[in-house]
């Protein structure tokens, strides 16, 4: 179709990406024969492609060109299709750079959106699997090395930066030097200082936790700053289903000192936490919840909007800094998608606190000596989801009052390097559940017991469905 030429308007993008303009072979050729392929663009008559068509055009005096209005209307697609409209020319390293920013936040943005790393259609992606960054994805969308792609990023970086701050004579240097040579310009700029130096190879890398003796020596800035530091970290989906009851762990916060002979978290925290199971603070974790997309699996299987807070830990043990846990509050309330399962052996220290609605709030009974302090500690605890996990349950127990509880969660133990897997007899199971049924509380039972009920708290149970072996007795009036 034919457009107006004054109805068309140039992506800003495209300026600042490429920003060039119709040399004069280009003028000639349309003042000559016109324009032979149409421009592409927008719904809202932004252009994708042909940005130097369009500029011979207006300086040869024509009043319509050729436009292919594009299929889509999202931004990231359009801005995509513009960078790939450009795939053919030449390109220096200031080119390469602003579209290698350009393609990686694209991605990431697609990734967030649909969340690709995170199981977007409910099934299983391995937490251990080596996934490629945005970062190399798009290097490899341009043709270029992850290496130059990124070092001509930095440049840029540094190029937009100094002209910010009024060096244009510094900023023209160094965009001179990056146009040729993006390694000479990268090293060029790290000895201005305007790129930090890279880490030498055999310099330890820094550590990412913090313990509880290095926090009693930090002062209250750096403490301000490790509690406030924006990571892109997400959350770990679990791949058994020792918690199925949450499909996604969150350990901003490891390491206890309950010293359990059953405790599973410390067998993998010795085998692959540097620093053990020592209590400690891992900042870059913090703002896990709100890099994560929330699954659409989510809307039918409540599961996976469930996160297991602090599994690797006991976040209210007497130990831990009352700034750590008001710092993952903090992060849990600006996330209501996402349900927050916290569970502790020190029920009492909970009351400190106010949780908000998306906290599910639980302590850990597993032998009668902890019942009447999990009943007295609930009575103040301000939650509006409050639970107990009867794991593992290693002896029978009786309760004098669940009703300030929603959810029960029973089950046996999996196998430590201390004890041996552990199932408790069904009937200390029916006993509970009877007490747990008549107070109105629902029951989880996990998979280390043979038959099973899974109710959670606010959500009607799933009806049963029976085995296609099964199903014709179920219909037959004689059985």
């Excluded at 996604?248 to 993998?268: E, F, L, M, Q």
């Excluded at 896990?288 to 469930?306: E, F, H, W």
């Excluded at 996160?307 to 600006?334: H, K, N, Q, Y």
């Amino acid at each position: 179709m034919l457009r107006n030429i004054t109805e068309l308007h140039p992506h800003p993008e495209n300026a600042r990406i490429y920003g060039d303009t119709a040399d004069s072979d280009l003028v000639e050729s349309i003042r000559e024969k016109g324009i032979l392929t149409p421009l592409l663009i927008t719904h809202d008559s932004r252009i994708i492609s042909g940005h130097r068509r369009y500029d011979a055009a207006r300086k040869v005096g024509l009043m319509e060109v050729p436009v292919v209005l594009y299929r889509s209307d999202d931004e990231l697609d359009i801005l995509e299709a513009l960078i790939e409209s450009n795939r053919q020319r030449d390109k220096d390293g200031l080119i390469i750079g602003r579209e290698y920013t350009a393609l990686r936040r694209i991605i990431e943005e697609r990734e967030s959106r649909q969340g690709q790393r995170n199981d977007i259609n409910g099934t299983s992606v391995n937490q251990f699997t080596e996934v490629q960054k945005p970062s190399h994805k798009a290097a490899e969308q341009l043709g270029v090395s992850h290496t130059t792609a990124s070092r001509a990023a930095r440049v840029v970086e540094a190029i937009d930066r100094l002209e910010e701050q009024g060096k244009a004579r510094e900023a023209g240097q160094l965009r001179t030097t990056v146009r040729h040579n993006v390694g000479k310009a990268y090293n060029q700029a790290q000895e201005a200082g305007v790129i930090p130096q890279s880490r030498p190879r055999d310099e330890p890398k820094p550590k990412e936790y913090i313990t509880l003796i290095e926090w009693s020596k930090m002062d209250e800035a750096a403490r301000f700053s490790a509690l406030h530091q924006a990571g892109d970290r997400r959350f770990n989906k679990q791949e058994t289903d020792n918690i199925e009851w949450a499909k996604w762990s969150w350990n901003p916060v490891t390491g206890c000192k309950h010293n359990c002979p059953y405790c599973y978290a410390r067998d993998i925290a010795m085998r692959f936490y540097e620093q053990k199971f020592e209590p400690a603070l891992i900042p870059e974790r913090l703002t896990a919840p709100l890099n994560t997309p929330v699954p659409p699996a989510a809307q039918t299987d409540i599961g996976y909007k469930n996160v297991f807070t602090c599994s690797m830990a006991d976040l209210f043990g007497r130990w831990v800094p009352r700034e750590w846990i008001e710092a993952v509050l903090d992060v849990v309330t600006r996330a209501p998608e996402w349900n927050f399962l916290f569970l502790t052996k020190f029920p009492i220290r909970m009351a400190e606190f106010e949780f908000p609605d998306n906290a599910w709030v639980g302590t850990s009974v597993d032998a009668q000596a902890r019942v009447a302090n999990a009943e007295r500690a609930f009575r103040n605890v301000r939650a509006k989801v409050k639970w107990l996990s009867c794991e593992p349950l290693l002896e029978p127990l009786q309760f004098t009052d669940l009703s300030m509880f929603q959810w029960i969660v029973l089950g046996g133990a999996s196998s430590s390097t201390q004890t041996p897997e552990w199932r408790p007899p069904r009937a200390w199971i029916n006993a509970i559940e009877d007490q747990a049924h008549a107070a109105g509380c629902q029951v989880y039972e996990k998979t280390n017991l043979i038959e099973r009920i899974r109710e959670y708290p606010g959500y009607e149970p799933a009806p049963v469905v029976l085995p296609d072996e099964l199903r014709y007795l179920a219909s037959d009036s004689k059985a």
